[in-house]
Antibody, heavy 120, light 107 residues
């Protein structure tokens, strides 16, 4: 059974940092691009970042470029999102998602999410 | 960025109804559109990609159509488990963008 388990969310101060992790099981992690999508409380879905299967090609939404870094460790089947210079508007549930093979930037399986709150 | 505009933002329906949700892209998105279902407190679930290709395990009462800028998701014979919020997403151009969502509520 495919599973994506996010962790690392919590309360951070404006300007602070957090590192999110997503441990996966049930599929060949190293064969799939992965991404992060967020959802502010009561709002819709918002793309954050995606990374290639090998980890050498990251892409970011303009709103987070230069502040967030996506990475992965294929030996540990784990995806990461290092978030720095956090702002109140980064407050959201952050979902880890698996990109569907051969379909660009469409996510066919999602984790349950981890909540990030940015507040003083 | 391509803007995706969904309508209606919410609708009320009964079990057995046929409902249609539309999504309009601000630019040509070919058929590179997907749909997701989200229930309260849960992660989104992928329903279909390529405008009309159902994900494995998705009931055939769900169907999609469209190309270019106009897309639709239809649920025929609405079931109790279908009451949820639905999102469209384009992935024709980077960054991928989502519609604002359509909440399907019980009448």
């Amino acid at each position: 059974e495919m599973q994506l388990l996010e962790s690392g969310g919590g309360l951070a101060q404006p300007g602070g940092s957090l590192r999110l992790s997503c441990e996966v099981s049930g599929f060949t992690f190293s064969a799939h691009a992965m991404g992060w999508v967020r959802q502010a409380p009561g709002k819709g879905l918002d793309f954050v970042s995606v990374i290639s299967s090998s980890g050498d090609i990251p892409h970011y939404a303009d709103s987070v470029r230069g502040r967030f870094t996506i990475s992965r460790d294929n030996s540990r089947d784990t995806l990461f999102l290092q978030m720095s210079s956090l702002r109140a508007e980064d407050t959201a549930i952050y979902y880890c998602a698996k990109k569907k093979e051969a379909v660009p930037d469409y996510f066919d399986f999602w984790g349950q999410g981890t909540l990030v709150i940015v507040s003083s | 960025d391509i803007q995706m505009t969904q309508s209606p933002s919410s609708l009320s329906a009964s079990v057995g109804d046929r409902v249609t949700i539309t999504c309009r892209a601000s630019q040509d998105s070919d058929r590179w559109v997907g749909w997701y279902q989200q229930k309260p407190g849960k992660a989104p679930k992928s329903l279909m990609y390529g405008a009309s290709s159902l994900e494995t395990g998705v009931p055939s009462r769900f169907s999609g159509s469209g190309s270019g800028t106009d897309f639709s998701l239809t649920i025929s014979n609405l079931q109790p488990e279908d009451f949820a919020t639905y999102y469209c997403q384009q992935y024709h151009c980077f960054p991928p963008t989502f519609g604002g969502g359509t909440k399907v509520e019980f009448k």
